[in-house]
Structures are given as structure tokens and as C-alpha cells.
């Protein structure tokens, strides 16, 4: 019968717990929770495999309260001081997801400019899957693709700290990036 185990973190695994065996020759491992919490190089805590995905693996759903975007700025979520710390997710110009009511594990997923994650909408509910093998003990990350709603907002306040090779130094959508003036741009930072 499955157990429902929490971390110091608040993740859950209502996995079994079993002695862990591979599944089927895939290198995953039944009974074994596919994905963990830690301290990050990244950003405070992210999200870490545990076993191994293949590009378009579902690594989970986004979860959250889902709220009308006009309400973003009355949530606590949105009360925090950092903008890279964030858990409103906007599904698009009318709904948000905000991780920070009945979140799951998923918010902890850090920005990268060169991400091994990606995200998809259906409806009002928002997916990650693998964009390319990740192994074990990889961090889980996506390119947020940010899109500031006050125009007058330094975009200094969205820096990027992935240090990748691709690092363009922001976590601002790249589409909008293309479009500022040269001058408004930040640089990108190096992976040193």
C-alpha cells in the first residue's frame, strides 16, 4: 500500500515503498520518486532527477491555484521583494497559476537559458517534459521566458544567474529582448 512521505521541503511521494527495480529496460525505476528538492548553484533550492528522462518525458504539471491575472499583485506570491523567486506562472493574458497556494514540487524548477526542460499549456494547466536525455542528479530546469508587466521595471531585476554557455543574462523572453533598443539590453553574462 503507497505511504505518503514529506520532505523538510513539503515535496510528497505517495510512491511505495519498495526495494526499487528497473521497469521494462528504460532505466527507470519503479516505486522510486522521479524527481527531488536541494539547494541549487542556480538559485536557492531547485529540482533535481532522480532517474533518468528521455526527451519528451513528462517530468510533471505545474499545480497551483489558477487566478484571473488582473489579481496577480494581491497574491502573497507576488508580495516577494525578488522577481527571480517566483511561483505565479501566466498560462496567458488572462490566467495565472500561482504555485504558492496547493503548489507541488514542480515550482522549485530554476530558469536556464539553456534548459533541459520545457513547458506546455493545455488549457489551464501547464506541463514540463525533457527536452533531451537528463540524468540522474541533473538539475531540472526551463527558460522562463519572462515578460515584465511595468514597462518602467529595470530589467536588471530579472538578471540571470544559469551560467551557461548560452547565458544571454536575463530571464526576460528572448522574443521581447530582440525587440528593446541595443542600449536597454542587459549583457550576457559568462559561465565563469
Known amino acids: 500500500m ?16 519498495v526495494t526499487y527495480r528497473a521497469a521494462d529496460g528504460d532505466g527507470r525505476f519503479e516505486g522510486l520518486s522521479s ?20 526527451p519528451g518525458d513528462l517530468v510533471g504539471e505545474y499545480r497551483g491555484r489558477v487566478i484571473d491575472a488582473a489579481s496577480e499583485d494581491e497574491t502573497s506570491s507576488a508580495r516577494n521583494a525578488d522577481p ?7 498560462i496567458d493574458d488572462q490566467l495565472t497559476i500561482d504555485a504558492g497556494v496547493d503548489g507541488n514540487s514542480i515550482r522549485f ?6 534548459p533541459n526542460c520545457e513547458t506546455s499549456v493545455e488549457g ?3 506541463f514540463v517534459h525533457a527536452l533531451r536525455l537528463i540524468q540522474p542528479n541533473e538539475e531540472l530546469t526551463y527558460d522562463y521566458n519572462l515578460r515584465p508587466g511595468d514597462p518602467a521595471e529595470s530589467l536588471d531585476a530579472y538578471a540571470c544567474r544559469c551560467g551557461s554557455k548560452m547565458c544571454r543574462g536575463t530571464m526576460i523572453d ?3 529582448l530582440d525587440s528593446l533598443p541595443a542600449h536597454g539590453r542587459p549583457s550576457a553574462r559568462s559561465s565563469a
Open 2 to 17: 503507497p505511504r505518503t512521505r514529506r520532505s523538510r521541503f513539503g515535496a510528497t511521494s505517495t510512491k511505495p515503498s
Open 35 to 54: 524527481y527531488i528538492v536541494r539547494r541549487s548553484r542556480v538559485h536557492g533550492r531547485g529540482l533535481f532527477a532522480r532517474t533518468p528522462y528521455a
Open 84 to 90: 527571480s523567486y517566483t511561483l505565479l506562472f501566466a
Open 109 to 114: 524548477i530554476n530558469h536556464s537559458c539553456d
Open 124 to 126: 489551464d494547466r501547464v
Open 174 to 176: 528572448a522574443d521581447l
